[in-house]
């Protein structure tokens, strides 16, 4: 096993077996994200994840629900060829990546309808540009009765963790275009393309899971 700088983000090493990436941050968070999308997904549901990285998060929900299929996606080969060898131990529930780049206004072109959208740590790393369309692709992608699934580090006025500050002058100090979001900005650009917050939850080192879900059908939570 070797270990490989990773150029898209510059945040962390990745170790490598064959063309097999392991993320530590994924590995540290993958078990938590999972029970939640376990616990909120349909059965049978089909599933575009957003800037899949390493692929450990798709390899993870497919172990515990052997009923979703999988549609990773990265605009970085090095991860595609990732996602598509953690595929190959998923018996046929993770498809193979798509070069997604949500930076080019056709991405979305013949995609979908999936029942789950899903953005893990990507928004932060990303320009304002990539929330942007995930809001405005949402109704093209996402089933009426689907969700869009976001995780990581927000900002909530007088509420955010230090940590989470230090962050955000770290990617900042990195590339200007990055930063940890601020929560109700997330929620209002989401709210542009129909999608209303319905459950926030808590999870370890003051990240968030945001579920949101097409308006009407809106009972947000802690």
Not at 153 to 179: I, M, V, Y
Request: proline share 6%; with cysteine; aromatic share 6%.
């Amino acid at each position: 096993m070797s270990t490989t700088p990773d150029p898209v983000t510059a945040l962390e090493t990745r170790a490598q077996l064959g063309n097999r990436l392991s993320s530590p941050s994924a590995e540290r968070n993958k078990g938590v994200i999972a029970d939640v999308l376990e616990a909120h997904l349909v059965e049978g549901a089909r599933v575009l994840e957003i800037g899949s990285g390493t692929g450990q998060h798709g390899f993870e929900l497919t172990c515990r629900r052997s009923d979703v299929r999988w549609q990773p996606s990265d605009p970085d080969a090095a991860s595609r060829r990732s996602q598509n060898a953690w595929a190959l131990e998923a018996d046929g529930r993770i498809l193979p990546s798509l070069a997604l780049d949500l930076l080019q206004d056709d991405w979305a072109r013949g995609l979908g309808p999936f029942d789950a959208l899903v953005c893990m740590n990507v928004i932060h790393i990303s320009p304002w540009t990539v929330c942007q369309q995930i809001a405005l692709r949402a109704r093209e992608l996402i089933t009426p009765s689907g969700l869009l699934f976001l995780y990581g580090p927000f900002k909530e006025a007088e509420h955010t963790a230090p940590s989470n500050l230090d962050f955000d002058r770290s990617l900042q100090s990195r590339n200007p275009s990055w930063g940890v979001r601020d929560l109700d900005r997330v929620i209002a650009e989401m709210q542009s393309g129909g999608l209303n917050l319905d459950r926030r939850i808590q999870m370890p080192a003051n990240n968030l899971s945001l579920l949101f879900k097409f308006a009407g059908d809106d009972h947000a939570s802690s």
